[in-house]
């Protein structure tokens, strides 16, 4: 099983909404990551979680929570959206080797619009 | 010095032909250069990825070239097929030190659009 899946895969939010987005691996890989993608960009690395544990937070604001409530399973807890927060959301999980990222496994992703 | 520097932004190119699309780095300490493909409505999918220890690898009708003391790296698609229609991203990482994983850092993306 080489999926990771992510659900929803669409959502419509409003800006004073909560809504969570999930992802699943059951590769046995111990980090997890999420990325956000804007169209005909490349993924912006958002949060790393390491053996369950949240090891890089790369300045995203605090409407975005991260949550890895085990070796499975990701989720990422958004709250008062904005607009321009509108993007696909990426889940991507990797073993982790000595010393160098492995081989990063994308989900399908999340497409978020944010009314 | 944590960019990746991708071109060109688009190619079109004739069913059968030879796709090539460039990188450039600047951070010395990437050890790591993987290509990934990503079809519209999916997550990138890693292609083929090189070590700076070899100057070449070949993965079917992909190939990765790879010039060290340039700092740059290309893909090459050889007998390009309708299906190969996508964008690449280079990306580069270095060693994480004491942790035991790396920051990816992508390239800008190249739209490759084979005609058949």
């Known amino acids: 099983d080489t999926e990771v899946t992510q659900t929803p895969k669409h959502l419509v939010m409003g800006m004073t909404n909560k809504k969570s987005l999930k992802c699943e691996q059951h590769m046995g890989h111990r980090a997890m990551y999420w990325y956000k993608q804007k169209a005909k960009k490349p993924p912006e690395l958002m949060f790393v979680y390491s053996y369950e544990k949240l090891s890089i937070n790369e300045s995203v604001p605090s409407r975005f929570s991260p949550e890895c409530p085990n070796s499975s399973l990701l989720n990422l807890h958004l709250h008062a959206l904005q607009p321009e927060d509108s993007a696909l959301y990426l889940c991507?999980?990797?073993?982790?080797?000595?010393?160098?990222?492995?081989?990063?496994?994308f989900g399908e992703g999340s497409r978020l619009t944010v009314l | 010095q944590q960019q990746v520097k991708q071109s060109p932004q688009s190619l079109i190119v004739q069913k059968g032909g030879i796709s090539i699309i460039n990188c450039a780095y600047e951070?010395?300490?990437?050890?790591?250069f993987p290509w990934y493909q990503q079809f519209p409505g999916k997550g990138p999918a890693l292609l083929i990825a090189?070590?700076?220890?070899?100057s070449e690898k070949k993965e079917g009708r992909f190939t990765i070239s790879f010039n060290k003391s340039a700092k740059q790296f290309s893909l090459h698609i050889m007998d390009s097929q309708p299906g190969d229609s996508a964008t690449y991203f280079c990306?580069?990482?270095?060693?994480?030190?004491?942790?035991?994983?790396?920051?990816?850092?992508f390239g800008q993306g190249t739209i490759l659009t084979v005609h058949p």
């Open positions: 991507a999980s990797s073993h982790i080797l000595s010393g160098w990222v492995g081989e990063l496994f």
């Open positions: 951070n010395t300490a990437f050890d790591y």
């Open positions: 090189i070590r700076p220890d070899v």
């Open positions: 990306a580069a990482s270095s060693p994480a030190g004491g942790t035991s994983y790396g920051k990816l850092t």
